[in-house]
């Protein structure tokens, strides 16, 4: 008897040609370094590109200490900037921000063993316990949300998940590589996908993420990752993109 092995179908290679429509920065995880977000905002304004579009890929907050100066920052440069200029996607720490916000017993609790306290920490905001009662949880969330602000949590809650430029598609985490970029799932935008750093896209489309600390910032089979750690090495990055080119440049 003979037996055939089943062999696994070709993993698509991919091949396509970096084609944004314009020229742009994206910028990576930030996670309450605002330091290393003026750093990096001199260091991009000293290019040849310095009026090219800004896109912010979310983690803006939790982690580092200056959480509630980095919030305030991109607030008040995209309200001078201008939108359609300067783009800020949510990131999944910021959604956390948000679950408490709306949640706080409940949602509470992950978001401190994730950086939340720093955040609440650099508006001067003690945590509290996780045994506290709802009355001391929704306290927390109340002093949270007045110190923020009513704009800038508005600002908050209206990021959007993505934003595609030609070929190019940008969000925090990363996306589905089995589905159409316009079927993906908010989820998977901002927490990520098993198979996105494993199998290539197949539509030619570019996908530039944070999310994922990489050791060093390059374009790798389609993807273009830019987390690399700055709450924990330092180093805030971002991604020069233009037709045919990529360039990193990090604090």
């Avoid at 316009?182 to 996908?207: C, S, Y």
């Amino acid at each position: 008897m003979r037996f055939l092995l089943r062999r696994k179908p070709p993993q698509p290679q991919f091949d396509a040609p970096l084609r944004p429509e314009e020229a742009f920065f994206a910028v990576g995880d930030i996670h309450g370094c605002d330091v290393l977000l003026d750093k990096l905002m001199a260091k991009l304004e000293a290019t040849e590109r310095a009026s090219a579009k800004l896109v912010f890929l979310g983690d803006y907050v939790d982690r580092g200490d200056h959480s509630a100066d980095v919030l305030r920052r991109l607030h008040l440069m995209q309200s001078t900037i201008g939108a359609d200029h300067m783009i800020c996607l949510r990131g999944n720490h910021d959604q956390m921000l948000i679950d408490f916000l709306d949640r706080p017993k409940s949602s509470g609790a992950r978001w401190f063993r994730h950086g939340g306290l720093q955040t609440l920490g650099s508006y001067g905001i003690p945590g509290v316990g996780l045994t506290a009662s709802d009355d001391d949880w929704n306290a927390c969330r109340d002093k949270l949300r007045a110190a923020m602000g009513e704009e800038l949590e508005s600002w908050l809650r209206a990021l959007p998940l993505s934003w595609k430029s030609g070929n190019v598609f940008v969000c925090h985490a990363g996306a589905d590589p089995a589905l159409p970029i316009d079927m993906q799932n908010g989820q998977t935008l901002i927490w990520g996908h098993d198979d996105f750093e494993k199998v290539p896209r197949a539509d030619g489309l570019w996908v530039v993420h944070g999310h994922t600390i990489t050791e060093q910032a390059r374009p790798i089979h389609g993807r273009i990752p830019v987390d690399t750690g700055a709450y924990a090495t330092g180093r805030l990055t971002a991604a020069l993109l233009e037709t045919g080119k990529v360039q990193f440049f990090s604090t």
